[in-house]
């Protein structure tokens, strides 16, 4: 998760391809280390998680997807590629608010 939040995507190949690490495998905080590479706007790690079975539909403790977290962030580029891989844009969290309820506050 670490190593997807700090932009080692060697690090990130190595687990996923040579330790076969679950990459949908969460924290204490729901996150995975798809939701820390969206946070963290890592483009490049969250590309090659979702081509490595990352689920899109992913969400935290406090319900936010992954389409949330990156239109809160403003990582555009992110909700672009989560969209086109199949991210539900109706998804709610915890307080009743999707991807587009965030992009308008």
Do not use: C, P, W
Request: aromatic share 8%; proline share 0%; hydrophobic share 35%.
């Amino acid at each position: 998760m670490y190593a997807s939040k700090y932009s080692l995507l060697d690090v990130v190949q190595d687990l996923v391809e040579n330790r076969n690490a679950n990459v949908n495998i969460k924290d204490s905080n729901g996150d995975s280390a798809l939701q820390y590479a969206v946070k963290s706007g890592r483009f490049g790690i969250v590309k090659y998680l979702i081509q490595h079975n990352g689920n899109v539909n992913d969400y935290d403790n406090i319900g936010n997807s992954l389409l949330i977290s990156a239109t809160k962030a403003g990582y555009f580029s992110l909700v672009k590629l989560l969209i086109k891989n199949h991210a539900d844009v109706d998804h709610q969290n915890n307080e009743g608010n999707t991807a587009l309820h965030t992009a308008i506050s």
